[in-house]
């Protein structure tokens, strides 16, 4: 963090001055005081800060889980009116919505979710096979809305990583660890993603 650097150099030169005498000590350690103060508000309040982003970062995330969870349902009915024999897939795909609506945080949901992305991006492909289906005016709809809150889900993961990559650094480095251990600032857990190969947008196609 920027402040650690800046309040680290006012401290040396403070030290310094007091130790050449160029201020005295009577007047040298109510400075020193004072600068350790204000850099224990300033990092306190970087900490909280950077926690609540964390936290809404997270929120992101939840809310656009949710977006696709709503609209799977609509999804899997409009394929099995046109593909009913796909009856395995559309079934894995519904087995995987409900592993995730079991409970947990979005981290503790993060292999559900990666699961049911996979299954949809299968079910997208199948989808292919099928012109009318294709053609269906409700497919296409939820299609497109279901690929853009893929998107915007890894947009939100990665937000999220890059979040908590900030406060574990924060957390860690010194001397801000020390405030952080004070007030029970705890290191995030990272959003562990998908593997490359899923991690590719979900492709639409009419």
Known sequence: MIWNFIWGVVVVLLVASGLFDAISWSVNIPILVVVAALWCVTSYNALVRLRNRVREALSDIDVQLKRRFDLIPNFVSTVKGYASHEASLL???????ARVAQGGNVIERAGAENALSGTLKSLFAVAENYPDLKANTTFIELQRELSDTENKIQAAR???????????????????????????????????????????????KF
């Open 158 to 204: 990665r937000f999220y990583n890059s979040m908590v990559l900030e406060i574990n650094s924060a957390v860690h480095a010194f001397p801000t660890n020390i405030l952080a251990g004070i007030f029970g600032f705890k290191e995030g857990k990272f959003f562990e993603g998908l593997s490359e190969a899923e991690r590719a947008p979900v492709a639409v």
């Open 91 to 97: 079934e894995k795909v519904t087995e995987a919505r």
